[in-house]
């Protein structure tokens, strides 16, 4: 399985394999340096340049503060077996059943058409034996690392509108056939709802998956996050004229 991470710049122990590859901000090239403005754009130029001259089946992207623990072995098998079945185009960790005209699913009043299972990683304020913060001599109150299960109806489940970001699992030959992700969504956001309502356009399913993957990021929005989802919304809202929200069972028009 080859792996995707995006990355703002490489740090020293980044370094490319013959699996891993760290997509940075800026690539040097002989005349120019390439500039990947947004993660469709980087993940596109990975497409060209890494996954189709690999012929590894499997490729996922992951953030860079995504942690995958599942045994690299276990990921492969459930992947090719989820994958033998030649409709399912992503697998994910966690997502929605049905994509609202809000364009969002996660959040703390997740709708109850979530699904799937995954690790949040996250900061609170340290607390000693009486629940009192613990500040230090500066008087900052002093902060630790904690991990939380985010679990929807866990398990595998083919149905899903679109899957989260932070870690997705592709086939190689959907990229072979052209999917590609929308580089007219700029910066960070809805590239991965893109991606997947691409495929069920395409008649193909995303799913979830049971691999055990921590995410330490908490996912704040962009200051101009109304705008990118204004885009996306668009685009989408078009192409089912205004028929939300968007499931595998959607009519999709040209």
């Known amino acids: 399985m080859i792996q995707i991470i995006p990355v703002k710049e490489r740090?020293?122990?980044?370094?490319?394999?013959?699996?891993?590859?760290?997509?940075?901000?800026?690539?040097?090239?002989?005349?120019?340096?390439?500039?990947?403005?947004?993660?469709?754009?980087?993940?596109?130029?990975?497409?060209?340049?890494?996954?189709?001259?690999?012929?590894?089946?499997?490729?996922?992207?992951?953030?860079?503060?995504?942690?995958?623990?599942?045994?690299?072995?276990?990921?492969?098998y459930k992947l090719t077996n989820a994958f033998a079945d030649k409709t399912v185009g992503c697998c994910g960790l966690i997502g929605t059943m049905a994509l609202e005209n809000s364009c969002t699913w996660w959040g703390p009043n997740r709708p109850l058409q979530t699904a799937g299972?995954?690790?949040?990683?996250?900061?609170?304020?340290k607390l000693d034996e009486n629940g009192k913060e613990i500040k230090n001599e500066k008087g900052q109150v002093l902060m630790e690392k904690i991990e939380y299960p985010m679990a929807d109806f866990p398990g595998y489940h083919d149905f899903m509108a679109t899957v989260d970001g932070c870690c997705m699992f592709f086939p190689r030959w959907v990229f072979k056939n052209g999917l590609r992700f929308d580089e007219n969504l700029k910066e960070f956001h809805f590239y991965d709802c893109d991606i997947c309502l691409?495929?069920?356009?395409?008649?193909?399913?995303?799913?979830?998956?049971?691999?055990?993957?921590?995410?330490?990021?908490?996912?704040?929005?962009?200051?101009?996050?109304?705008?990118?989802?204004?885009?996306?919304?668009?685009?989408?809202?078009?192409?089912?004229?205004?028929?939300?929200?968007?499931?595998?069972?959607?009519?999709?028009?040209?």
């Open 198 to 254: 691409q495929l069920l356009e395409k008649g193909l399913k995303v799913a979830t998956i049971d691999l055990v993957v921590k995410h330490q990021s908490s996912g704040i929005p962009s200051k101009n996050f109304n705008d990118l989802k204004l885009v996306f919304f668009n685009k989408w809202n078009k192409k089912v004229h205004g028929e939300w929200p968007i499931s595998n069972i959607s009519t999709f028009y040209e």
């Open 11 to 76: 740090k020293e122990d980044q370094k490319d394999t013959d699996k891993i590859f760290y997509i940075p901000n800026e690539i040097k090239q002989k005349k120019k340096t390439l500039v990947l403005d947004s993660m469709a754009a980087k993940y596109n130029y990975a497409i060209e340049n890494i996954v189709l001259k690999n012929e590894d089946p499997i490729i996922c992207f992951r953030h860079e503060d995504a942690e995958i623990r599942s045994p690299m072995e276990v990921c492969e």
């Open 117 to 125: 299972y995954i690790i949040q990683g996250g900061t609170r304020p």
